[in-house]
């Protein structure tokens, strides 16, 4: 069953007590963070704190993550075998299949099959989208929105309703979707603007993201109520499977309902949403 991602929050490697804080918030996804959030001077010590990390986040119900160093850096490699033990890795600055291909193969060496998730960051990285999304045999999971480091090497703003980076947006959520693949927002920096933060949100789900990336837990409720299924959505779902479920539609590859027209793809989309819905709430 695919479970949802509607938020993943980095927590820095280098805060013991954000770390402790982190099991509690109720995030779907949480990313212990060795690469954006630890000064390098403190990167070597932060690793050490990965297995705690990991075990005390274990009740937490979330998938548990690190974002290592790119393995190109003199952290990477040994970031990796650290992070082998987590649920999954998160590979930053991925721009060709080769990273994912050379972070599988380290992963395989330390006994480990967890996926990886590639993070998009660079104006390569969205050229080479298909490719790397089709990776076949490097256990990818999803593709995240590295916004802050994709605006700054295309000297783009994130202002105006992040216009300038819409069109490569679009095209995350397609490379995607055509892999089923997740596929997660960039953070939105000013934590404490709620206003703004849903704005960029309900962008986000229009765009067609599962959930977006978090860099303060206070962020974490709000990305549950925009990505997540609402009870509108839930109540249009379950009318849907009702009305094929009517004996009078048996075997109608379409029907009215409500003044809308409904296909079978609209019920195979409606179970799915239901069924997930319900396992995520088991």
């Avoid at 600055?93 to 395989?108: I, M, P, Y």
């Amino acid at each position: 069953m695919r479970r949802l991602i509607r938020s993943a929050l980095f927590v820095p490697a280098s805060k013991p007590r954000a770390i402790e804080k982190a099991a509690h918030v109720g995030a779907d996804l949480l990313i212990l963070d060795l690469e954006d959030a630890v000064g390098p001077e403190e990167k070597t010590d932060a690793r050490t704190v990965v297995e705690n990390a990991l075990h005390s986040w274990e009740s937490s119900g979330a998938v548990r993550a690190v974002r290592i160093n790119a393995l190109e850096t003199e952290w990477g490699a040994a970031d990796l075998r650290s992070a082998a033990r987590a649920d999954a890795v998160i590979l930053p600055k991925v721009e060709q299949v080769g990273d994912l291909h050379a972070a599988r193969s380290a992963l395989s060496s330390h006994g480990s099959s967890i996926p990886i998730w590639a993070m998009i960051e660079t104006p390569r990285a969205v050229l080479a989208l298909n490719a790397i999304a089709s990776a076949v045999g490097t256990g990818l999971a999803g593709l995240i929105a590295g916004t802050n480091d994709l605006s700054k090497e295309l000297h783009c703003s994130l202002e105006h309703e992040r216009l300038a980076l819409v069109p490569h947006l679009v095209n995350m959520v397609c490379a995607a979707r055509s892999r089923g693949l997740y596929v997660l927002d960039g953070v939105y920096n000013h934590f404490r603007d709620p206003k703004g933060f849903r704005a960029e949100a309900e962008q986000g789900r229009a765009l067609g993201f599962d959930g977006k990336t978090l860099i303060h837990p206070g962020q974490v409720d709000l990305a549950h109520l925009y990505f997540g299924p609402t009870s509108r959505d839930l109540e249009q779902a379950a009318k849907v499977v009702a009305a094929f479920a009517d004996p009078e539609n048996a075997g109608k590859g379409v029907i009215s309902l409500e003044g809308n027209m409904v296909e079978r793809l609209h019920l195979e989309a409606a179970r799915a949403l239901l069924s997930t819905a319900s396992e995520n709430d088991s």
